[in-house]
């Protein structure tokens, strides 16, 4: 008998990472226009990375629902939320952007998020289970 509690894990990963971000690019892409005022970031850039969205988390989502899961993409998966986070916090110290309390603490906490989940995929990866590719 094998242990599918890491395999399972991991898949509750994925499932939890599409389901925010497809979340993330609702808000975003919908409310661009209400949260400029709220956050202080610029409308297009809130649709643009919405938009950039919507395929990650449909990607994610395939991925996370295939059997077996394929470790390279969730490799590639991972390498794509770092690149996030770090952009994220990038995009504040660059001072391209002027956002409010409230939108510094919007992006602080979404890059917090997708590190997490980075993390949480990681380390998932990394335990053994007989059934990713």
């Known amino acids: 008998m094998t242990n599918d509690r890491p395999h399972l894990f991991l898949r509750h990963v994925l499932v939890l990472d599409a389901a925010a971000s497809g979340a993330m690019s609702l808000l975003l892409v919908a409310g661009a226009g209400v ?11 809130m649709r643009e990375a919405g938009l950039i969205l919507i395929p990650y988390a449909a990607l994610v989502a395939w991925v996370g629902t295939r059997e077996p899961i394929a470790r ?7 390498a794509a939320n770092a690149l996030w986070a770090v952009a994220s916090l990038s995009l504040l ?26 993390e ?12 990713l590719a």
């Open 72 to 78: 390279r993409a969730v490799w590639a998966i991972i």
């Open 93 to 118: 110290a660059s001072g391209l952007v002027a956002p409010t309390a409230l939108g510094w603490a919007f992006v602080v906490a979404q890059a917090g998020a997708v590190a997490l989940l980075g």
């Open 35 to 45: 949260l400029e005022g709220l956050l202080g970031l610029p409308v297009a850039l």
């Open 120 to 131: 949480l995929q990681y380390a998932a990866l990394k335990r053994p289970a007989a059934t």
